[in-house]
C-alpha cells in the first residue's frame, strides 16, 4: 500500500451521520494534517474516554486507538506514521472509513476489523514478435524484388519493391497472401513460400519461373 495520505473518503458512522450528530468535521479531513487538524466533535466527545486498545490495521502501517465513551459508545482514532487521519464514532450503530483502499469498520462493541482492497491485476505485455529476413529473391519480371521475413512459424511477411520503392507488403499470418502490381503477381504461403509469375493466358501459376527463399 502506498504512503498513508490524508483520507479522501469521508468516514460516516452508521451509514446516516446526521442521525448520530456527527458534524461535518467529524469526516476525515479533505486536507493534509497540517493545514487542516481534524476537529471531530460527537455528541459524547465531553464524555470520559478511557483507551481500550489499539488495533494493527490489514494495510500493516495504519492503526486504531479504541477508546470507550460510554455505553455503546466507542470511537476509533485512525493513526499512521505518527499522524492522525481521522477518528471513527460508533453510537450503538457501526461506523465505516475507506483511506486509499484500506477498509476499516467499528463495531457498536468496540471492535475494530479491517480490509485491504486488492489492486486489479496488469494485462500482461504483448509478446514482442521480431521480423527475420530470411530470403531477398527477384520476382518473375526480373526487376521486382522482395525481402521476406518470418515472424512465427505460419507467421511470413514480404515486402515487395521496385526500384527502390516498396510497393506493397503481404502478410501470411495463417493463411496464403497474395498482390499484384502491373501484372505481375505474387502469392506468399504460411509456410513461408513465395512464388510469383506474370500475366499470360497461356501459362499457369504452376508453369510460371517462381522466387522461392
Known sequence: MRAPRT???????????????????????GDT???????????????????????????????AKVYKTG???????????GVKYGTLHAQGKTARG????????????????????????RPKPEPVVQRILVATPTLADGVTTAKLYRLTADHYEAD?????????????DG?????????????????????SWLDDASATPDALPTATH
Open 7 to 29: 483520507l479522501r473518503t469521508a468516514f460516516v458512522a452508521a451509514g446516516v451521520s446526521a442521525a448520530l450528530g456527527v458534524s461535518a468535521a467529524g469526516a476525515f479531513a
Open 33 to 63: 494534517p497540517d493545514t487542516a487538524p481534524l476537529t471531530s466533535v460527537a455528541p459524547h466527545s465531553k464524555a470520559k474516554r478511557v483507551h481500550v486498545k489499539t488495533v494493527k490495521l490489514a494495510d500493516r502501517v495504519s492503526r
Open 71 to 81: 455505553k455503546h459508545r466507542y470511537e476509533a482514532e485512525i493513526w499512521a506514521r
Open 98 to 121: 475507506l483511506n486509499n483502499g484500506l477498509h476499516i469498520t467499528l463495531h457498536p462493541d468496540g471492535k475494530v476489523t479491517s480490509w485491504v482492497e486488492r489492486d486489479e491485476p
Open 160 to 172: 515487395i519493391f521496385a526500384n527502390g520503392v516498396r510497393l506493397d507488403t503481404l502478410v501470411s
Open 175 to 195: 493463411r496464403a497472401a497474395y498482390g499484384e502490381h502491373n501484372g505481375l503477381h505474387v502469392a506468399l504461403q504460411p509456410d513461408g513460400r513465395l512464388a
